[in-house]
């Protein structure tokens, strides 16, 4: 089982709709919880960080976190194409391996006028 | 957020030869990592590196194929070492702080082995 995986893809949603991203983790002791957005050619952007359980929103971006799920999500409200990237899960671990994220394979998103 | 230089952005090597990828903060920060990004796929951390001691490696990745450096709180360098076209990745450098849980990336270095 791998450690941080992300609903596959890729995604395609029409202009102005909820994109839904998830992605479960299989390590108990995670502390931390991020969404990166990264476009073709980029390195990965910082767009959201979630560390409690429930909901965490900025803008038309909505985390959501259940641990004892091991779940986490992203959702993008009124999604727009310049939303079309990639999103990385990364899950940052506790303990002796603080500061190490651990991140998904990713979910490719498209967003079509 | 601090702000992340790499260099160089990019290069073709020959294999059998070794480049050395620089990453520069405009702050200190406390935490260092360097990730590897294989065609098509999702990022692998190659190690954590260490100011003033060796750098901590994940499983997979060896010191005298990745040696870092990290002399100061502001500089590191990772260096690929006797290339093969299977290095052919992008290679990224992020920092982050102990207090601010997050961490950010530099541009990356896109390596190219032929």
């Known amino acids: 089982q791998k450690e941080v995986e992300q609903n596959s893809g890729p995604l395609s949603v029409p202009e102005g709709a909820i994109a839904s991203l998830n992605c479960t983790y299989s390590?108990?002791?995670?502390?931390?919880f991020f969404w990166y957005r990264q476009y073709s050619g980029k390195s990965p952007e910082l767009i959201m960080s979630i560390y409690s359980n429930g909901d965490k929103e900025d803008g038309r971006f909505t985390a959501q976190l259940n641990k004892a799920s091991q779940y986490v999500s992203l959702l993008i409200r009124d999604s727009q194409p310049s939303d079309s990237a990639t999103y990385l899960c990364?899950?940052?671990?506790?303990?002796?391996?603080?500061?190490?994220?651990?991140f998904g394979q990713g979910t490719i998103l498209t967003v079509h006028p | 957020s601090a702000v992340i230089s790499q260099k160089p952005s990019r290069d073709i090597c020959q294999r059998g030869t070794s480049l050395t990828i620089q990453c520069q903060v405009d702050s200190q920060v406390t935490m260092m990592f360097w990730y590897r990004q294989q065609p098509g796929q999702s990022l692998t951390l190659i190690a954590t590196a260490n100011q003033g001691s060796e750098a901590t490696y994940e499983s997979g990745f060896v010191i005298d194929k990745f040696p870092i450096s990290r002399p100061n709180l502001t500089f590191s360098t990772l260096t690929v070492s006797n290339m093969s076209p299977e290095d052919s990745s992008i290679y990224l450098c992020?920092?982050?702080?102990?207090?601010?849980?997050?961490?950010?990336f530099g541009p990356g270095t896109r390596l190219l082995v032929l």
């Open positions: 390590d108990r002791v995670s502390q931390s």
């Open positions: 990364a899950v940052r671990a506790g303990g002796t391996s603080y500061g190490k994220l651990t």
């Open positions: 992020s920092v982050g702080d102990s207090s601010s849980e997050t961490q950010y």
